[in-house]
């Protein structure tokens, strides 16, 4: 750490000198612009940069399927604008899986292709990016699924349980992009003041929007399982409706809290979200006494839907405690 003395010229005006070594890291030199954002009592400055189009390259040459879907989301999650993808000769197989992957991610779109390349950009300018709506609409279209799969599982609906592991992918664009403004916020702050909400707060929305994310794959995990069940008996379905109603009032209570502005209503309803976990390890209990009625293949996978349910309910108090700590006095 270095340190610097404060001056006052001209009477009024305090000035404190740069360290040399970062100046020159960050090619600052005399008529460069210098940002200020104030945090608090904090001031952040970084350098006003030209070209704030981040790009990245990444050669593919052995990269295909899953894993070559799994790069181009890390590199958009990592914040490049534009990504250049290339090798000696980008091969069909490629360019589908590259297309999938752009397909999954919001604003992101090819933008050129060549024999031996493939670039993509993030049309979505970051101002038009907003946490708060992302995790709104994650919230909605999780939990929706979940009652969705609930209803596919008693009512032995396939249409419906397709539907819900295919609505699943719009729950990950989400999360990605989410997680991408996130990791824009914490490098850049001129991004927190585009989106105009203050890092601790995305840093919240993060951890929510992570929890409903993992909601939404147990809702599709759920579906997948209704198809392999068939008929369930109507006490076992009588017992798992209870327990689904009672997780998701847990992550509706505590999805409330972390959105709500005013700290002390927020932090009722994040207690009301822990305090409901007896509720749902009775229910666990009422269920699994069901299940040893049922033949093992059955009760195994029926089982597996109650892991996921409580599962749910855990997810929902890590955002209850989260909105706990976003209501807590900062120092």
Known sequence: MQTRKVQVTGGSTYTVSLPKGWATTNDVSAGSVIEFHPEDNELVLTPRREDERLKGSLDITDLEGEELTQAVITMYVNGFDVITLETD??????RASIRNAAQGLVGLEVIEETSDRVVLQ??????????????????????????????????NDTELAMDVVERDQDVDRLWYMTSRVFRSVLRDPSAAVEIGLDRETCFDYHMGARQLERIADHAAKIARLSLELGEVPEEAADVLADLHTDASEIAEHAM????????????????????????????????????????PQQAQLLGLVVDSLSRTADYGVNIAENATQKTAPRP
Do not use: C, F, K, Y
């Not at 000769?89 to 490629?94: E, F, G, I, L, S």
């Open 89 to 94: 000769r980008v091969d069909t197989a490629q």
């Open 256 to 295: 409330d809290a972390l959105l709500h502005e005013d700290p002390e209503r927020a932090m009722g309803l994040a207690s009301e979200a822990r305090a409901s976990t007896r509720a749902i390890d009775e229910g666990t209990q009422e269920v699994e006494a069901v299940l040893r009625t049922l033949e």
């Open 122 to 155: 993030d049309l979505l300018d970051s101002s038009e990016l907003s946490i708060h709506n992302a995790i709104t609409r994650m919230r909605l279209v999780a939990l929706t699924m979940l009652e969705d799969a609930l209803d596919a599982l008693v009512e």
